[in-house]
Every structure is written in C-alpha cells, then in structure tokens.
C-alpha cells in the first residue's frame, strides 16, 4: 500500500498554466492504470486533442468547462467526467482559481 | 463525452455506514476502469478484504485511517492511496464527518 498526500509528488509542467502530478502509476506497481492531478490555472486549457485511450475524470476544485465534440459543459468540483476514447476534448479553467481534475488513464497508452 | 455532478449518480448502501456510486463504468462505455465514490460515516468501514485487482484512491473529504497489512496510515483531504492485488485493506473513518473515498477499479475483476 502507497499513501502520500498529492502534493508530495513532484509536479511537472504540462504546458504553460498546466501543471501534472502522476500520483499512482507504474512506479508503484499499478498493473492496469494510472492517477494523475492536474493543475489548471485561470484562462488555461489542456491540450485540444484526441488519442486512442479513455479519460475518467473528477473535478477536486475550480470551475471551467469541459469542450467536446458537441460542444461545451460546465464543470464545478465534484463532477465527473467520462471522455470516450478517439473523443476530441479539452478542459478549460474560465474561474478565478485553480482548475483541479483528477485525470485517470490506462497504462497501456 | 458524459459530465455529471456525482449526487446525480444513484447511490447503493454498499454495507452499513457506506454508500456507493459508480459514477463511470461500463455502462457509460468505459472500456478499462471504473470510477466510485464512496462515503463512509463516522465509526463506520469498508469491509476488511483482499481481491485479485489493486485499487487506485483519492481522499475528497474527511479523515481516517488505511488498513493495511504493514498497519494503520492515516489518510485526510487530498491522500492518494494505491493497494496492490491481493493485499489485505479496509479504510475507516475515525472522524467526526463523511470519509468521502473516489475508488478507481479495473473493469475485469
């Protein structure tokens, strides 16, 4: 069992006003998928994109919306999100804090 | 793309003290993993047991402790937790509030 608080992992910057914590993935062993936390600054995005893997998301802070391809939605903590693989999105922080997500995807990406 | 507050999700009394939604899963599509978010009132646990799948937590809200098989840790807001297959585990809350658990799963246990 591995139990740490999720700023003691070490953030990295995704892209500027992004920054990533993979706070469960295959260094701990996980066989099937990993954790990360993401932080979204406001006015900041992550990347507009799609790849052939899942997301499942939840949101611990913050408010924005999440862009798919029908358009977008709001999103307040504690509301999860469910992003279909080869589905275009993105997830935009349009409040005056911090957007943070918990992102989970397969390890085999 | 699903976005949805996680109280929309129907809950299921999981045992006495602990409520489950499953608020991704395989009826949603997901291929791979499924997300849960459990609470577990003061005094209450979730049930003492090990399983061929690990589990991939993160703390929302509360406090108390992971039971392990090297021990007690104690968990709050924030904790990530990953427990491997087969490992023996349960999680009560020793607080005075809900312990409010996401708990991500494989799709194949």
Known sequence: MK???YLDTEPVQELPGVVKRVVIGADDGAPNFCM???DVEPGSSTPSH???WEHELF???GRGVAVGEKGETEIA???AIYVAPNEHHCFVNKGNEVL???CVIPLTT
């Open 3 to 5: 139990v740490g608080h």
């Open 36 to 38: 990360r936390v993401f």
């Open 50 to 52: 799609s790849h052939p």
């Open 59 to 61: 949101v611990l802070s």
């Open 77 to 79: 903590k504690d509301y």
């Open 100 to 102: 943070r997500l918990i």
